[in-house]
């Protein structure tokens, strides 16, 4: 069973286009949805992160929307940049005092072209 | 700050060998997990640790073990080796309670053939 969804597979946007990855989970007792940026070779890295009492959240060019009827949160990149390139995954956890899980999706690939 | 580190980076083990995957951590994070990546499966969790000498099992420990003797350390040991334990594997740490968010190691790449 999986728990969080995630779409596109893999994508490609043009050079100071928007990139947007889309999220849908099950579980209505998740309550905090990261977003990881992992280049080659490197480990996953926090990006930015919302909880469900809020329906967006802006970091510079990402900002993650998020829908709490629909269950489905997204990631947008505003002007999409070569150095953007990266896997990129969506995760959700439950708050449950110290014993707590991520969840991840199977994460995009984005390739931003010049 | 080293962060999180792992070692070796890389390794090639022989089906049925056995060995340990290394973890430490200097930040003092109570929270650490193993998760291995496969191409188009994400990433998933293998075992996790709320604390020195708390143990958990995740998605997928089958061929796994791991310890917490200490709060800075958290070894993956496999057991008996197999081509299926092939992967990129990740270790991570946080504080406790999900709003810190996770920091990862770079990974080792391991190979059984």
């Known amino acids: 069973q999986q728990q969080v969804k995630q779409s596109p597979q893999s994508l490609i946007v043009q050079k100071g286009g928007i990139s947007i990855i889309n999220c849908a989970y099950e579980?209505?007792?998740?309550?905090?949805f990261p977003w990881y940026q992992q280049f080659p070779g490197k480990g996953p890295a926090l990006l930015i992160a919302?909880?469900?009492?809020?329906s967006e959240k802006k970091e510079g060019r990402f900002t993650i929307s998020f829908n709490k009827s629909a269950k489905q949160f997204s990631l947008h990149i505003m002007d999409s940049q070569p150095g953007d390139s990266a896997t990129y995954f969506c995760a959700a956890s439950i708050r449950g005092g110290s014993n707590y899980k991520l969840t991840f999706g199977k994460g995009t690939l984005l390739t931003v072209n010049p | 700050n080293a962060g999180v580190t792992q070692t070796p980076k890389f390794q090639v083990l022989k089906t049925g060998q056995s060995m340990t995957l290394q973890c430490a951590q200097d930040?003092?994070?109570?929270?650490m997990s193993w998760y291995r990546q496969d191409p188009g499966m994400g990433l998933r969790l293998i075992h996790y640790s709320v604390g020195a000498g708390i143990t958990d099992q995740g998605e997928v420990p089958n061929g796994y073990n791991v310890s917490r003797s200490t709060t800075e350390d958290f070894p993956l040991r496999l057991l008996s080796a197999a081509p299926s334990q092939t992967s990129v594997y990740f270790c991570?740490?946080?504080?406790?309670?999900?709003?810190?968010?996770?920091?990862f190691g770079s990974g080792t790449r391991l190979t059984v053939v």
């Open positions: 991570a740490s946080s504080r406790t309670g999900h709003s810190y968010g996770y920091t």
């Open positions: 919302i909880r469900p009492d809020v």
């Open positions: 579980n209505t007792a998740f309550d905090y």
């Open positions: 930040m003092n994070h109570e929270y």
